[in-house]
């Protein structure tokens, strides 16, 4: 039977330990029945440690610091333990040095007032129009996407709904607004005051409006033209 052992967020100077402990929890109940012996164990973590310094460390340069999950799968043909190292993936998230933190903190709390109290700087870029001629516009946070709105016009008002996630999700779920002149500049010029008038809510949920409307153009593309 093919096992899985993954290490979970460890610090990097703690890995070795983290993989031996868990490759051990996973087997305690073939040690239990002499299909395996406390020595075949730790000679299988200590084999996959030597690999793992040997990317991680050597190849890699990771910091004791930084922060690193494993995930590899195995299989148990006693008394050997085979891993499918063709399965391994390592993922590293480096720790940021604290001379480095600092100054850029202080600067940021300088500030903070425009970052807390001040209105989100949002861009829009427009994507598309639906068969029923909504418009879909992905929302923009510097350079980063991090929302879409679904624009439905009528006349001169529109009703919008739509989410960021990013720098706090915000969701939208039907607001209705007058412009006039072209729909695509009043979006563009008024996009951060029509975003604020929504509410706070968890990524999830502002995640899952964003995926709705995305969706909508991407079912279309999707859709193949009938044969005459």
Same mark, same amino acid.
């Given at each position: 039977m093919p096992y899985t052992l993954r290490s979970g967020l460890v610090i990097a100077g703690g890995y070795a330990d983290k993989v031996r402990r868990v490759l051990f929890a996973q087997l305690r109940d073939e040690v239990k029945s002499g299909r395996l012996s406390n020595s075949d164990v730790a000679k299988a973590a200590a084999e996959l440690n030597r690999l793992l310094f $040997?990317? !991680?460390?050597?190849? !890699?340069?990771? /910091?004791? %610091? /930084?922060?690193?999950?494993?995930?590899? $799968?195995y299989e148990v043909e006693p008394p050997n333990i085979k891993w499918k190292l063709d399965t391994l993936t390592i993922q590293v998230w480096r720790r940021v040095p604290d001379e480095e933190i600092e100054p850029l903190v202080k600067e940021a709390i300088e500030t903070a007032e425009e970052y807390m109290k001040g209105e989100i700087q949002l861009t829009v870029e427009k994507? %598309? $129009?639906? /068969?029923? %001629? /909504?418009?879909?516009?992905r929302v923009k946070y510097g350079d980063l996407d991090v929302g879409a709105i679904l624009v439905t016009p009528v006349d001169h008002r529109a009703v919008i709904r739509g989410a960021i996630t990013e720098p706090t999700p915000i969701v939208l779920r039907r607001t209705i607004i007058e412009y006039e002149g072209d729909l695509d500049q009043y979006i563009s010029e008024n996009i951060s005051r029509i975003i604020s008038q929504g509410r706070n809510s968890e990524r999830r949920e502002a995640q899952k409006v964003v995926n709705e409307i995305l969706a909508l153009l991407e079912v279309e593309e999707e859709e193949p033209e009938l044969e005459e």
């Open positions: $040997e990317i !991680l460390v050597n190849k !890699l340069h990771v /910091d004791k %610091g /930084d922060v690193v999950r494993i995930i590899v $799968e994507l %598309g $129009e639906t /068969d029923t %001629g /909504d418009v879909v516009y």
